[in-house]
């Protein structure tokens, strides 16, 4: 037996073994909920570009368990790729610890390779461009890794990852634990050519999001729905007191407004008191004025009245 045959036999027994490990041990619990949203993914014509790149960065390095950035056009100016080659044994003993993505030991590929090739890529500016999820903007850079199976040189082919425990994906630059409430973490898997699985978990620890297998994960916020419904609330709550402010000062005004008429009125019945009693004196007897001293007084004629006998008869004067 050959040391190619006795490789693959070796990976063969490691395989078998995950399997029945795995198969005792408890699952994996992620608190997730997917659902399949019109996302807009990367294109699997870009996601190979950078895969070949990756590779033809490879392909001039010969050293395996070491990190090689690779070296892109300017038109991806702004996305990271790096590249590291290992061998299934590595990977199934201590896992893959390289840019921000850490693979836990006991994982094997699927299906087994002999040596296995992890691309790392950081879209950076690009994730919005590519990554879209409704009702949530992301804040940070979409990270993702793809597994490759690179035994054969010439026949390179895209693989996936049975892994024990989940992988973490570390984003350095969130490290607040008070965001927790606020953000979540989100996974893409590709469905088909037109929609793509966004499967949003909580995020436990501040920068860390866990993921089942390769793929893009990101950090994601809700959108400013629940700060316009505050700014309603906060609205509402002005406008209740602009009311009720207004309603106060309007009962004052027109209380205000009352007592200027009720005083007017008074004022205004006065006068006309006043008028008719000035009418009524100058309706009424004459008198004639005449100089006091230095004043002039009110003179009226003096009337006698004649005395009347009790008998009724008149004295008549006799000459």
Known sequence: MNSKSLTCCVVFLLYTNLFSSTSTSS?????????????????????????????????????????????????????????VRLTG??????????????????????????????????????????????????????????????????????????????????????????MLSRVSCVSFKAQNEDKEAASVSRMILPGVCYGSSHGDYSVIEPLEKDKNKKKVVVLWRTWWWLWMVGLVLGFGLLWFLGFVCTMGLRILSRKKIQVMMEREANDGEVFERRWVGGSKMPSATVTRTLPESESGFENVSHG
């Not at 840019?99 to 590929?109: E, G, T, Y």
Request: overall charge positive.
């Open 27 to 83: 699952p994996i619990h992620i608190n997730s909920t997917t659902s399949i949203l019109n996302v807009t993914n990367l294109p699997h014509s870009l996601s190979q570009s950078l895969e070949d790149f990756a590779l033809k960065t490879l392909t001039n390095q010969h050293h395996s368990g070491s990190l090689y950035r690779a070296i892109l056009p300017n038109n991806l100016s702004g996305i990271e790729v790096s590249i």
């Open 89 to 178: 044994k590595s990977l199934w003993n201590a896992g893959a610890r390289f840019s921000n993505v850490l693979i836990p030991a006991r994982s094997v590929s699927v299906p087994p390779a002999r040596r296995v090739a992890i691309v790392y890529q950081n879209l950076g500016n690009w994730s919005n461009h590519w990554y879209t999820v409704p009702g949530y903007r992301l804040i940070t850079s979409v990270l993702g890794f793809r597994v490759l199976d690179v035994s054969d040189q010439d026949d390179v082919k895209e693989i996936s990852l049975k892994m024990k425990n989940p992988v973490e994906i570390l984003f350095r630059e969130l490290w607040d634990e008070k």
